[in-house]
């Protein structure tokens, strides 16, 4: 009789005894990018799909450029576009 109270004694002990396990953190090596966190060096945000133009000097959406200016909506007429520097105003 003391052996089958003493078997589940000393296992509760055991469970009592073990170390505890705490989880480690890995987050800096497996952090998520922010989304939008892709600014390039003119501050443009690639994944929403802008783009810089020189022209404009802002950041574009190149289908809402070819809209505004009657452009065709190609990446050779965007670029062409873009690479145009500003005119000056007249006077």
Known sequence: MKALMLAPMLLA???CAAPQQTPVREAAATSVPVVGGDRDAHGCIGSAGY????RSQRCERPWELAQAQGLANTAEAIDAYCAMPAQPARR
């Open 51 to 54: 783009q810089w133009c020189e």
């Open 13 to 15: 002990l055991a469970a």
